[in-house]
């Protein structure tokens, strides 16, 4: 089975930048970040299918999606973040995944890290 283990969340300021970084165990083809606030329905943030990525609009030109084949990690590099993005990101992974939008073409997820951005 797929474990996925994410760090790098954490408290920073509006405008800063911050890093995830989603380490996996086993076999993975497609791998996304996922977000959920309080309140709010989880919420697809980027996703990568070797090279190939996919962003929210939200977060176009602002996030960048990057996976390390070798290491089996992905990462999320979050630039200019704003108070908006504070929110539990999940990281997940799937071996088929047909809409990279929705939660449950996903196979597996990592526990969640908490990123709060301060105003």
């Known amino acids: 089975q797929v474990q996925l283990v994410e760090s790098g969340g954490g408290l920073v300021q509006a405008g800063d930048s911050l890093t995830l970084s989603c380490a996996a165990s086993g076999r993975t083809e497609h791998m996304g970040w996922f977000r959920q606030a309080p309140g709010k329905e989880r919420e697809l943030v980027a996703a990568i299918r070797w090279s190939v990525a996919y962003y929210a609009d939200s977060v176009k030109g602002r996030f960048t999606i990057s996976r390390d084949s070798l290491k089996n990690t992905v990462y999320l590099q979050m630039n200019s973040l704003k108070p908006e993005d504070t929110a539990v990101y999940y990281c997940?992974?799937?071996?088929?995944?047909?809409?990279?939008?929705?939660?449950?073409?996903?196979?597996?997820w990592g526990q969640g890290t908490q990123v709060t951005v301060s105003s």
């Open positions: 997940a992974a799937g071996l088929t995944v047909k809409v990279v939008t929705i939660p449950g073409q996903y196979d597996y």
